[in-house]
């Protein structure tokens, strides 16, 4: 296969999931959180589901279904079923959930820390490790480098407004990450004092 690793707008996108078993719950959960429009196929789903707005289908729509989406998903242990949406799925974004080197996007592993979003994939080695990392990494990264990415963020958005060149906003945000007295100032959860830090050193070496 030769997949690769991307982040894929969603929002109002139409997602079938065939299956409304736990996969296919999670799925469903995940697909809604980021505004996606879902239809689940089987025999029921949960209040929270409908809550979020999951519509549940019959069985007998499923054609219907698979011409109605933008990305497939077959989540359901009726291995026949599953390899019937399949083949009526072609030219579609088909997540098998089933048989995950049979689909042509994976929906690995997920997690937020903060608004930073990691995703772990192992190529179907070892989803057991893909949570076991997760854990590691979850482990490692501190409050300190949360705000850091928030610093970096305000003084790319300033950069932009004064510097063209990427290479040298690239150097000016290096230079704060290197920065000592900063680098205190978010130790101690002083992000504020950091920004007006950042901004002067932006400033005056701009003046």
């Given at each position: 296969?030769?997949?690769?690793?991307l982040f894929f707008e969603v929002k109002n996108k139409n997602v079938f999931i065939l299956g409304t078993g736990e996969v296919a719950t999670r799925r469903a959960h995940r697909f809604l959180d980021k505004g996606a429009n879902v239809i689940l196929a089987g025999n029921s789903i949960d209040e929270e589901l409908t809550k979020k707005g999951a519509i549940?289908?019959?069985?007998?729509?499923?054609?219907?279904?698979?011409k109605w989406s933008d990305i497939v998903i077959t989540a359901s242990g009726d291995e026949k079923l599953c390899e019937y949406i399949a083949s009526i799925s072609q030219g579609k974004l088909i997540n098998r959930a089933d048989k995950p080197d049979?689909?042509?996007?994976?929906?690995?592993?997920?997690?937020?820390?903060?608004d930073i979003e990691i995703s772990i994939y192992t190529n179907g080695q070892s989803p057991l490790m893909a949570r076991?990392?997760?854990?590691?990494?979850?482990?490692i990264i501190t409050e300190e480098?949360?705000?850091?990415?928030?610093?970096?963020?305000?003084?790319?958005?300033?950069?932009?407004?004064?510097?063209d060149d990427q290479k040298i906003r690239r150097e000016y945000l290096e230079t704060i990450l290197d920065n000592d007295e900063?680098?205190?100032?978010?130790?101690?959860?002083?992000?504020?004092?950091?920004?007006?830090?950042?901004e002067n050193l932006i400033n005056s070496n701009l003046s």
């Open positions: 296969m030769g997949l690769t690793s549940l289908t019959p069985l007998k729509d499923l054609d219907e279904m698979v049979k689909g042509n996007i994976i929906a690995p592993t997920s997690f937020l820390i903060d076991e990392l997760r854990k590691k990494i979850q482990s480098d949360i705000l850091e990415i928030k610093l970096q963020d305000h003084a790319r958005k300033i950069l932009k407004e004064k510097i900063i680098r205190n100032c978010l130790k101690e959860n002083r992000l504020d004092e950091a920004k007006r830090l950042a």
